[in-house]
T-cell receptor, first 111, second 116 residues
Framework: LAKTTQPISMDSYEGQEVNITCSHN???????ITWYQQFPSQGPRFIIQ???TKVTNEVASLFIPADRKSSTLSLPRVSLSDTAVYYC????????????FGQGTTLQVKP | GAVVSQHPSWVICKSGTSVKIECRSL??????MFWYRQFPKQSLMLMAT?????????EQGVEKDKFLINHASLTLSTLTVTSAHPEDSSFYIC????????????FGQGTRLTVV
C-alpha cells in the first residue's frame, strides 16, 4: 500500500476554508485516495474518496492533480466541530479493506 | 447507511483478567472485519483481520494468544484481550468494509480499555 505524508497539525479559524495536502508519490494505477475524519474517542468516519481530478460531496472536496502523486482535502468554511484528525489513505478499490493509517493531520479550529 | 456497532464503549478491568469486545455489523453482512488499536495521540494500528468461519490473520508483532478473535457469524466479530495488563490499556476499534468499495470502511465507535 502506498505510503502517505501529511502535515502533523494545522490551525484555522471558524469560517475559513481549510486545505490539507497529502503526498503519495508511490500511488499505483489502481489506487484510490480516501480521507477519514476522527474525533477524540471515536472511530474514524469516511469523508470522501476519489481517483482523479475533483470530487465533491456535502462535506468536502477532494482535488487530485493529473499525476496523482498528491491530493488536497478542502473543507469549506470550517466550524469548531471540524476540529479532528484527518487521515489520508491510498489503496486499491476491491482489496480486502485492510487500511493502513498514517500519522494524520490534527486540525484545530479556533473561534 | 451501513453501521458498525461496538460494545462496550469503555471497560475497566483488573490486571490478569480477560475482556471481550464485540463488533457487529447492523445492516449488512461482513465476512471480514478488522481490529485496530490506538494509543493516545497516535494513529490507528491494524492488529488483525477477522475472517468469518476461519482463523484470524494477525499483523506482525501482535500476539494471537493474547488477542483472541472469533468471527462466528456474518455480523459479529469478537476480540478478547486475555490476561490483560496495564500496557494493554488502549482504544480498540473495529471496522468492516462495504461490499464493492473495499477501501471505504465503516468503523465502530471504539472501546476504551483501561487495565488497573
Amino acid at each position: 500500500l502506498a505510503k502517505t505524508t501529511q502535515p502533523i497539525s494545522m490551525d484555522s479559524y471558524e469560517g475559513q476554508e481549510v486545505n490539507i495536502t497529502c503526498s503519495h508519490n508511490n500511488i499505483a494505477t489502481n489506487d484510490y485516495i480516501t480521507w477519514y475524519q476522527q474525533f477524540p474517542s471515536q472511530g474514524p468516519r469516511f469523508i470522501i474518496q476519489g481517483y482523479k481530478t475533483k470530487v465533491t460531496n456535502e462535506v468536502a472536496s477532494l482535488f487530485i492533480p493529473a499525476d496523482r502523486k498528491s491530493s488536497t482535502l478542502s473543507l469549506p468554511r470550517v466550524s469548531l466541530s471540524d476540529t479532528a484528525v484527518y487521515y489520508c489513505l491510498v489503496g486499491p478499490s476491491g482489496n480486502t479493506g485492510k487500511l493502513i493509517f498514517g500519522q494524520g493531520t490534527t486540525l484545530q479550529v479556533k473561534p | 447507511g451501513a453501521v458498525v456497532s461496538q460494545h462496550p464503549s469503555w471497560v475497566i478491568c483488573k490486571s490478569g483478567t480477560s475482556v471481550k469486545i464485540e463488533c457487529r455489523s447492523l445492516d449488512f453482512q461482513a465476512t471480514t472485519m478488522f481490529w485496530y488499536r490506538q494509543f493516545p495521540k497516535q494513529s490507528l494500528m491494524l492488529m488483525a483481520t477477522s475472517n468469518e468461519g476461519s482463523k484470524a490473520t494477525y499483523e506482525q508483532g501482535v500476539e494471537k494468544d493474547k488477542f483472541l478473535i472469533n468471527h462466528a457469524s456474518l455480523t459479529l466479530s469478537t476480540l478478547t484481550v486475555t490476561s490483560a495488563h496495564p500496557e494493554d490499556s488502549s482504544f480498540y476499534i473495529c471496522s468492516a468494509p462495504t461490499v464493492g468499495r473495499m477501501t471505504e470502511a465503516f468503523f465502530g465507535q471504539g472501546t476504551r480499555l483501561t487495565v488497573v
